[in-house]
């Protein structure tokens, strides 16, 4: 069994909020006219939903969208992979899921100054 101390799991709970708080910008942007909550509350969904979006992007911007998309994309797979590498003998000091907060949140300051994510009404 792993026992992480308790700096570890607050800077867990600080990557694994950014995480959401991210997939929660996915789901605004591939929503459309879809309901954006209902895409929020189905795992992996905000992603799918963000990536058609961007394959439905004018061509002015499919490029940059679907590059901040993917960006996205991998660093919600990096701490996914972070969290679960935990439990196979993996790194658990805290700098590590603080960098990947930092990096997550990047991702979702672009999306929201790069693309205009959507707010809810």
């Not at 905000?46 to 992007?57: F, K, Y």
């Not at 960006?71 to 797979?77: I, K, M, P, S, V």
Request: charged fraction near 25%; proline fraction near 3%; glycine fraction near 10%.
């Amino acid at each position: 069994m792993v026992k992480l101390a308790e700096e570890t799991l607050v800077a867990v709970g600080r990557m694994t909020v950014a995480a959401t708080e991210l997939e929660h910008v996915l789901s605004r942007i591939g929503a459309g006219d879809a309901d954006a909550d209902e895409i929020f509350a189905r795992a992996g969904a905000p992603l799918l939903a963000a990536r058609e979006a961007a394959r439905s992007a004018g061509p002015a911007f499919r490029d940059e969208y679907a590059n901040l998309v993917e960006g996205a994309a991998t660093q919600l797979a990096v701490g996914q992979a972070a969290l679960r590498a935990v439990w196979r003998g993996g790194r658990t000091d805290p700098a590590l899921f603080d960098e990947i907060t930092v990096r997550l949140l990047r991702c979702r300051d672009a999306l929201h100054e790069r693309i205009g994510v959507p707010t809810e009404g």
